[in-house]
């Protein structure tokens, strides 16, 4: 341990002691004058801070404090009625508070006890009751907002995670200090309680015991209540004032001081009614005017510098805040700043704003955020935070999806209109042609009396909010492979490294660097193959990179270590794939094109020959789609990276599969040949 934390034991230690074992008169002084000291040093720091949170450790501080003063009032009691005599400090209070009239002595201990108890100590518990509640009734919503500025790309996910952190803090806070309040409350009344048990039972000691008179014993006593009274009620009026302070503090840019001043005193003219008030005071009322004639002065002449400070006008204001800005500008780092781009954006026309403003009833942020979390669990990687801007650039109903700063697709919305999508040929649907862009269907824009109508006809009917987060999705999850990065993929392997380091340790940096593994799980991203299941995927790696590096080979390896995967992906879990087979003479002829060079193996198939393949990939997946199926290529493990090179730019959508990464429970249908002249 730290000085400082055996410190801290100490001083609880040394609280526990007072209570049993008798202190000397000289320690009790000392302890006295440190109480006060750390309770003046506890309001002070809550006039000072900003906001409650500054002073996190507040509520432990009273409890220590609380204790602190019941000990020592504990320890005085015993001194006083043991002894007679509780030390210098609390006969020096007694004596110099009463004057000599012990009467006033107690009168002035019960003010300070009632203001404490009825005014400042009740107060506090009741705003500290129902800051505690509002601040527990407000946590949803405040983590609804970070989300919401999370997904509008507002803060980064390091600012919102700060935020979250501060609102479970804030409202921790709050209860504590609800539950501490009930000590200052238990500590007033205990004070009252051990000013009649010191004086009743003092006199009685005094007379029975020390031999004094009932005259002497009453003020002997009674100065030594008092003055005991008033070092334990300085204190607990203190620590009461800074519960108060902190439980009403609302957060701000500056301490109390500087608030009071900017706010109470920030208007001119009240300052001048205020002033002249009490000048009016001095003049028609006996109050003598070298009290008034000051106090209007003051006020008058504060009102006038006021003035003076604002005389500055509101045209140099804004120049000086054009000459910030463009200094701004002009400086490398907000330069630098530019270059940033955002992984995903998604722009809007201003006609759309309906579609984000929760007051409109938009859900777009909400959607958003259920996008992220459903292609985090589809897809394995963390979708970055989605940019959600206007661009008055664009028509009033359009808008746009970038990914890494270009364009990949555009749409248009009729907001009080409904996307409805026919199954079939029927077209009686009355409404405005158009295609449904995520996948390009035809697609009607109809209006709300349509919609029943459409609906009974077997159409597909969709509003606007889920066209466009749709769209989105799909986009995003066609885009994943240039959404994972380097680093990316590192905290990928740092979050895998948790519960598996044995196996991260041992495939890289050596033999894979994060480069190399990068572009495996991009690889089987662009395939639409899950990466979430990040252990067999590193497995198999540390199995096969001792044998080449070449990312291609290694994600042949990785998609047969997945084969389970892949055949419930595209199997959708029945007995029966139905595929498009692929010929032994095509696969001769593709094996026969591979050129092997030392940065790799890559096609060169004869022009005319990957034409032909093409039109017949073409014709059969026509043809199968006719069917109501799902188009599925199925060729050898050796050829089948070249073939998906060869159709990767004509038919990034279709799925091309190896016999490999089939599970063998699962009967392969063939419905389709491509044959090749």
């Not at 801290?8 to 008169?25: C, R, Y």
């Not at 320690?27 to 004058?33: E, N, P």
């Not at 292609?375 to 008055?392: Q, S």
């Not at 050829?639 to 599970?663: A, C, G, K, V």
């Amino acid at each position: 341990m730290k000085f400082r934390d055996l410190g801290v034991l100490a001083v609880v230690i040394l609280i526990v002691a007072m209570l049993i074992i008798p202190l000397p008169t000289w320690l009790l002084s000392f302890l006295i004058i440190i109480n006060i000291t750390l309770s003046l040093l506890v309001l002070l720091t809550a006039m000072n801070m900003k906001e409650a949170l500054d002073f996190a450790i507040f509520p432990s501080v009273i409890l220590l404090l609380t204790l602190f003063r019941l000990g020592l009032s504990i320890s005085t009691t015993r001194a006083i009625l043991a002894n007679g005599d509780a030390g210098d400090v609390v006969e020096t209070f007694g004596e110099f508070v009463t004057g000599g009239d012990i009467l006033v002595g107690l009168v002035i201990f019960l003010l300070l006890v009632i203001v404490n108890f009825i005014v400042i100590t009740k107060g506090s518990e009741r705003v500290a009751e129902v800051a505690a509640r509002f601040t527990l009734d407000a946590m949803p919503g405040k983590q609804m907002s970070i989300d919401a500025d999370l997904n509008a790309g507002m803060i980064s996910e390091k600012e919102a995670r700060e935020r979250r952190d501060k609102v479970s803090r804030e409202s921790d806070f709050y209860g504590a200090m609800d539950g501490a309040t009930k000590f200052v409350k238990g500590d007033a009344i205990a004070s009252i309680i051990m000013v009649f048990i010191n004086l009743l039972f003092g006199i009685i000691i005094g007379m029975t015991q020390l031999g004094y008179s009932m005259a002497d014993a009453a003020t002997h006593f009674s100065t030594l209540t008092v003055g005991d009274g008033l070092v334990a009620q300085i204190p607990a009026l203190l620590i009461s004032t800074a519960t108060g302070l902190v439980v009403t503090r609302a957060a701000s840019d500056g301490n109390l001081g500087h608030d009071i001043t900017s706010q109470l005193f920030a208007q001119s003219k009240l300052l001048y009614i205020a002033g002249g008030t009490i000048f009016l005071l001095g003049v028609f009322t006996p109050i003598p005017f070298w009290i008034t004639i000051p106090i209007s002065a003051v006020l008058i002449m504060g009102a006038y510098l006021i003035d003076r400070r604002k005389d500055e006008s509101p045209e140099d204001i804004l120049e000086i805040e054009e000459e910030v800005a463009t200094d701004t500008m002009k400086s490398q780092e907000n330069v630098i700043n530019l270059l940033n781009v955002d992984p995903i954006e998604f722009e809007f026309g201003y006609g759309l704003i309906p579609l984000v403003d929760a007051a409109q009833g938009g859900d777009l942020l909400d959607r958003v955020v259920m996008i992220r979390r459903q292609l985090a669990l589809e897809l394995g990687i963390v979708i970055p935070v989605v940019r959600i801007r206007d661009n008055i650039q664009l028509q009033p109903n359009e808008y746009r999806i970038n990914i890494k700063g270009n364009e990949m697709a555009r749409g248009e919305l009729l907001l009080d209109h409904y996307l409805a999508m026919s199954p079939g040929d029927d077209n009686s649907i009355e409404g405005i042609d158009t295609i449904e862009p995520s996948f390009g269907l035809p697609a009607k824009w109809i209006n709300e009396k349509t919609k029943e109508d459409a609906e009974m006809l077997g159409y597909t009917v969709v509003d606007p909010p889920s066209v466009v987060s749709t769209h989105l999705t799909e986009i995003i999850r066609a885009n994943a492979h240039e959404l994972l990065g380097r680093q990316e993929t590192k905290q990928l392997i740092d979050h895998l490294r948790e519960n598996y380091s044995i196996l991260v340790d041992e495939l890289t940096p050596t033999p894979l660097s994060i480069g190399e593994i990068q572009k495996v799980l991009a690889k089987l991203l662009r395939e639409n193959v899950s990466i979430r299941n990040l252990p067999i995927i590193f497995e198999t790696l540390a199995d096969y990179s001792k044998l080449t590096s070449d990312p291609d080979i290694l994600t042949e390896y990785v998609r047969q270590s997945l084969a389970r995967q892949i055949t419930t992906q595209y199997g959708l879990g029945g007995p029966t794939l139905k595929v498009i087979t692929v010929p032994a003479k095509l696969e001769k002829l593709i094996a026969d094109s591979i050129q092997q060079t030392d940065h790799g193996n890559y096609l060169a198939m004869n022009p005319q020959d990957s034409q032909n393949v093409l039109e017949s990939i073409a014709k059969e997946v026509e043809r199968v789609s006719y069917m109501e199926q799902s188009p599925i290529i199925l060729c050898s493990p050796a050829i089948r990276m070249y073939l998906r090179q060869l159709t990767q730019n004509y038919f990034p959508q279709i799925p091309i599969l190896s016999y490999n990464e089939l599970d063998a429970n699962i009967e392969i249908q063939s419905v389709g040949v491509v044959n090749v002249e």
